[in-house]
């Protein structure tokens, strides 16, 4: 098993894709999105990954410049290899609804990969706030956030739940992409950090929003805590026009789509992981 070396913010480049690896990615990122497709892009990726060896890529991935770590974090893994299999149905959905002066918050943004995107297809004028707490993995989305001519993009480093403050995460080791304000996976027990921490509506006030076009939320579970106090709190005006949040029914405390629906969202898709409601 390869072991990834610590974040190296040495200057973009250093990591070319080449050779077999190059080729490889080369036809991981053209293989079909039909079962035989999918199985030849996992067992390629998979001989890629070991050969790698520790070492991450520099690549391009959704019109922007990254640096990928395909060991600790599936989502990094996907955007290598496969971005075409990346959440595409919800990337549609949000190109689909750029405006001239986008407003997107992309909770739990991993290293990038939403909060990116839409950067580069929403133009200079767009406002986007990506909220990441885990240290390791908020120095490597700033990292990619730094090598793009985009300035419409903030990241803050913490937390957003039911309350301000600090708060414990879960971290499952084996996939930093699970990890959790609630433990979601036996990896994650005995791995715990404090981070500091906001709601959803301390923070809109801090940024000084006045609407919000899109949120994303990937909190492996915990995104009831987040939604329900915001929308008992938060004046209308607010309220995003578009949800994209991860399906969790299993870990969440309320029924969180009846809550939608309630506050006069409709749903426009369910994929394999995310549900997308939009207000009437």
């Not at 090598?147 to 301000?164: E, H, M, S, T, Y």
Request: proline share 6%; hydrophobic share 40%.
């Amino acid at each position: 098993m390869p072991v990834p070396i610590a974040n190296d913010l040495s200057p973009f480049g250093k990591y070319p894709p080449k050779g077999v690896i190059a080729r490889i990615l080369q036809a991981t990122r053209r293989c079909s999105s039909s079962w035989r497709g999918k199985r030849s892009a996992f067992f390629l990726r998979a001989i890629a990954v070991r050969a790698l060896n520790g070492r991450p890529l520099d690549v391009e991935a959704f019109g922007a410049k990254m640096r990928l770590y395909p060991y600790n974090n599936v989502c990094e893994k996907r955007i290598l290899f496969t971005p075409q299999y990346f959440d595409a149905a919800e990337r549609h959905l949000i190109k689909s609804r750029i405006g001239r002066d986008f407003v997107f918050i992309d909770v739990g943004a991993n290293v990038g990969g939403y909060t990116l995107f839409a950067a580069a297809h929403a133009g200079p004028r767009a406002r986007i706030l990506a909220i990441e707490p885990q240290p390791e993995i908020f120095e490597r989305l700033v990292y990619n956030i730094r090598q793009n001519p985009f300035g419409n993009v903030k990241a803050i480093a913490c937390a957003l739940a039911d309350r301000d403050g600090e708060i414990t995460l879960f971290v499952d080791t084996h996939n930093r992409g699970e990890t959790s304000m609630r433990i979601v996976h036996s990896d994650a027990v005995g791995a715990q950090i404090r981070v500091p921490a906001k709601t959803l509506a301390s923070l809109v006030r801090d940024e000084g929003f006045r609407r919000i076009d899109a949120i994303k939320l990937d909190v492996e579970g915990a995104e009831d805590l987040i939604l329900e106090p915001f929308f008992d709190s938060a004046p209308r005006s607010l309220w995003p026009n578009l949800i994209i949040v991860e399906y969790g029914a299993g870990r969440w405390t309320v029924d969180l789509p009846q809550i939608l629906r309630d506050g006069g969202y409709a749903e426009l898709l369910k994929t394999r992981t995310n549900m997308i409601y939009e207000r009437r």
